[in-house]
């Protein structure tokens, strides 16, 4: 294991602390310092930027992430047993760790950070694609982050990078990749972790579309979770719930209404938003 500054091993802290990963809160831990240095430099140049980390845990992630040079970490952790921990981080990294206790889908990044922002975490696998629909979802675009590198279940992780027509594909994927350009960097084993889950992870990377297809989000956000939400039916019928009308709607968006939702790429979807909306 790599040594990268002069604290204890991660190991030695979760026994110092007792901190045993609780299932409650989606923890597993990862221990290896080569996978979380590995993760902190997929996110780039970390030297002018302010990082968010979600659940840091023991703090692997954030030691490598200061390692690796971040001008400042400001760390969302739910977990008071964690905290401990962290300061001891905190307190070696003078002055670049900030560690906020809350619950992060209650807070708002851009209150506690000062831009320009990355977002890399392991995040907990209980919230995980619900943060990133957070992110992806802001009003304002180009949004407040630069960049997120985020580790997922494997699964999660396909379903953001699918192409249509694949088993993947759905909701996730179209609004993921209508705003980013999206890439899974590389997996993870269970074995990486402490306690091991039982499923492999990915890190997966996305960057913001300077300039997406013009579309109002909202209805992007209702088109694609009816289509999928019945996603073995026709458009015809899937969408029929927003409009009576929906055969003549899907017609106006340059579709056939027999289709189904996993063959339509995201300039479809785009094409249904502005037609229902």
Request: charged residues 25%; proline residues 8%; aromatic residues 6%.
């Amino acid at each position: 294991m790599a040594q990268i500054d002069d604290l204890p091993p991660l190991r030695e802290v979760i026994r110092a602390h007792n901190l045993d990963a609780r299932k409650a809160l989606g923890q597993n831990f990862l221990l290896d310092l080569n996978l979380t240095s590995r993760i902190a430099r997929s996110a780039g140049d970390l030297s002018n930027v302010t990082v968010l980390e979600v659940g840091p845990g023991p703090g692997g992630l954030t030691r490598a992430l200061l390692a690796a040079g971040a001008r400042k970490v400001v760390a969302i952790e739910k977990d008071q047993r964690c905290l401990p921990a962290l300061e001891e981080i905190s307190s070696y990294y003078a002055g670049r760790l900030d560690v906020i206790e809350a619950d992060a889908l209650t807070i708002d990044p851009r209150e506690i950070t000062e831009g320009p922002i990355k977002i890399v975490a392991n995040l907990p696998y209980n919230v995980g694609t619900q943060l990133l629909l957070n992110w992806l979802t802001v009003e304002d675009w180009p949004p407040y982050w630069e960049s997120l590198t985020l580790m997922f279940q494997k699964e999660v992780g396909q379903r953001i990078v699918a192409d249509p027509k694949s088993k993947a594909y759905g909701r996730l994927g179209v609004l993921a990749n209508w705003r980013c350009y999206t890439d899974i960097l590389f997996d993870l084993s269970p074995k990486a972790f402490t306690p091991p889950p039982k499923v492999t992870s990915a890190v997966v990377q996305l960057y913001p579309r300077e300039a997406p297809l013009p579309c109002p989000l909202k209805a992007l956000e209702t088109v694609t979770a009816a289509a999928f939400g019945q996603r073995r039916k026709m458009l015809r019928a899937s969408l029929k719930a927003l409009q009576p009308d929906a055969g003549a709607r899907i017609e106006a968006a340059g579709l056939k209404p027999t289709a189904r939702a996993e063959e339509i790429d995201v300039a479809g979807f785009v094409a249904l938003a502005h037609a229902f909306s």
